[in-house]
């Protein structure tokens, strides 16, 4: 070629070497796959659907420790004293600098699921935490702190998008929700426990009160780096990279004891055959993700988790600290009114926990967003009627982000009543369901990258939202809550027009809910899986034939592939 005709030309040196840096990134990431690979077979593997959950939504711990590590801390003398009071726009980096990491893990978590796998890539994630929590321990500057949590938000982006694919290609399609739902759990056990291990600190004197409760998110971390080892892969991740008679055995071993021939094991299996086949035929790169009716999917994933934000619930969890001091509460009442909203989160996402597959999901979040919108409503009118300012700014040390109050007695009650009842509606709907919404709309060959989307769409809305409300709890005050009242209501029609039902369908069959020729998102219902009369079909036919459907022979099913 004309380009190599000098051996000594620059451009050839310049093509050589990028050809050198290429296949050296090649080679290194073959041996991190093959030493990740020899390093997790070297464990026995445990099938059972729920100890997997448990083990994979430690994910979602690391989550809600970096929640409330600012959470508990960030109205503390220490902290206040030590950081020079940040305000306004340094606190909102402050506050949003795991949601800017978490942007970029969401961003890159499709490329790193697809050639690691969902499990693998958790693990991978995990590294980046530790080294993000001791950053935040040694922090001296407001500098240093936001980067620590920048490194935390881009495990959290990977983790809180792969932990649910993972689950919804183990989980069968009438307990996915369940078993995502864990996922959600794990997240507000880790802001309970958190929270109240930082308001422990509080009273160790000077920095080490910060640096003592910033250590403790190495805990979690540890917990689930121990326990992935133990986890088997994605048996649909399995088949997509042509590793079929191990896809089938781990299938087996999750939902039928090892039996290759169980009925549901079977009509699963053809399932995965018949999507992947289809998804070959797929358009390549990213127009898959808008092209032949695609488009309707990613929209509906990114946009249920932008709305779990501007729903505004995050208002409260991370910021009830603030609200507590403007509703005249201060020192160990504030901060334990603040607490209670935790444990509520927790009751009341476990109880709906064993019912979310009983109802649709368009009917927890229609109802669930509209009750919302109700409590905000409720909240900034209470502020707005019943409005004393502080110049100078509530607490002691005066806390320069809080420059009004509300008038004790009633006003002051209604408005931490208020709160807690949105954090008791955020339980029972949106909190899970957007996240279990966005893990089901994909197909297998778009899920690692397109719940990347979906997560991308949540850090996006998280990291505006977090750098936007200290100054609007200055500059607009309580009509921050009227906004998001206005929004919830807006999102229940939103849910309401575009999102079809997915709750007890199979993943395959929920690419027909979206195609074309699929019905209207009003007229869908939950249940009537097409997968059950596939179960019956085959057992009957197994009955008939006396033989096994594969014969006794795993290896047989593999080959439809």
Not at 54 to 60: D, E, R
Not at 133 to 160: E, K, P
Not at 202 to 229: C, H, K, Y
Not at 314 to 331: R, S
Request: aromatic share 12%; proline share 4%.
């Amino acid at each position: 070629m004309i380009l190599y005709k000098s051996k000594s030309s620059p451009l050839r040196r310049v093509s050589v070497l990028s050809w050198t840096l290429s296949s050296s990134a090649k080679i290194i990431q073959l041996q991190i796959i093959t030493m990740t690979k020899d390093y997790f077979a070297s464990f026995p593997k445990i099938y059972n659907v729920h100890f997997i959950a448990i083990i994979a939504t430690c994910g979602g711990m690391l989550f809600g420790f970096d929640i409330s590590s600012i959470s508990a801390i960030v109205v503390s003398k220490q902290y206040i004293e030590y950081f020079h009071n940040p305000a306004g726009a340094l606190q909102g980096a402050i506050g949003s600098g795991m949601s800017a990491g978490s942007v970029v893990g969401s961003a890159l978590c499709g490329v790193i699921s697809d050639k690691l796998g969902r499990r693998d890539s958790i693990f991978f994630a995990t590294f980046f935490w530790l080294i993000g929590t001791a950053v935040q321990v040694a922090t001296n500057s407001s500098g240093m702190l936001i980067a620590g949590r920048v490194l935390n938000g881009f495990t959290v982006g990977i983790t809180s998008s792969q932990v649910p694919v993972y689950l919804a290609e183990i989980a069968k399609a009438e307990s996915r929700g369940s078993i995502i739902i864990i996922q959600q759990l794990a997240v507000e056990f880790g802001i309970l426990i958190m929270y109240f291990l930082g308001y422990g600190c509080t009273f160790i004197e000077g920095p080490s009160s910060f640096r003592a409760a910033w250590a403790m998110q190495f805990i979690p971390a540890v917990f689930l780096m121990a326990g992935l080892p133990f986890l088997p892969r994605s048996p649909r991740w399995l088949a997509k990279v042509g590793q079929e008679k191990e896809a089938v055995n781990t299938l087996a071993r999750i939902h039928a004891k090892g039996d290759t021939n169980d009925a549901l094991v079977i009509a699963e299996w053809e399932e995965i055959v018949t999507t992947m086949q289809a998804e070959r035929e797929a358009a390549p790169g990213w127009r898959k993700f808008v092209l032949r009716g695609m488009w309707k999917r990613t929209l509906a994933g990114f946009s249920v988790q932008a709305w779990q934000q501007l729903a505004g619930a995050n208002t409260i969890v991370y910021y009830l600290t603030y609200i507590a001091q403007m509703a005249g509460l201060t020192g160990n009442v504030a901060m334990i009114t603040s607490g209670i909203q935790y444990a509520i989160f927790i009751v009341f996402t476990g109880l709906i926990t064993p019912f979310v597959d009983n109802f649709g999901r368009r009917t927890l979040l229609i109802f669930g967003a509209l009750g919302m919108g109700l409590c905000h409503f409720v909240v900034g009118g209470t502020m707005a009627t019943h409005y004393v300012s502080v110049p100078e700014g509530v607490g002691d040390p005066p806390n320069h982000n809080i420059i009004f109050k509300v008038s004790s007695g009633s006003p002051a009650n209604t408005v931490i009543v208020f709160s807690y009842f949105l954090i008791v509606v955020y339980a029972l709907t949106l909190a899970p369901i957007c996240w279990i919404y966005a893990a089901e709309v994909w197909s297998l060959g778009t899920r690692a990258t397109g719940m990347g989307i979906a997560a991308l769409g949540n850090w996006l809305f998280n990291f505006a939202l977090n750098m936007f409300l200290p100054p609007a709890f200055i500059n607009i005050k309580w009509r921050i809550f009227i906004v998001f009242g206005v929004l919830c209501v807006g999102a229940a029609a939103w849910f309401f027009l575009l999102y079809p039902e997915t709750c007890g369908k199979t993943i395959e069959e929920i690419e027909i809910m979206f195609s074309k020729d699929g019905p209207r998102p009003w007229q869908t219902r939950k249940g009537e899986s097409r997968l059950h009369k596939e179960v019956e079909a085959i057992r009957n036919r197994k009955n008939q034939d006396g033989d096994g459907v594969m014969g006794g022979d795993e290896a047989e099913v593999a080959k439809k592939a």
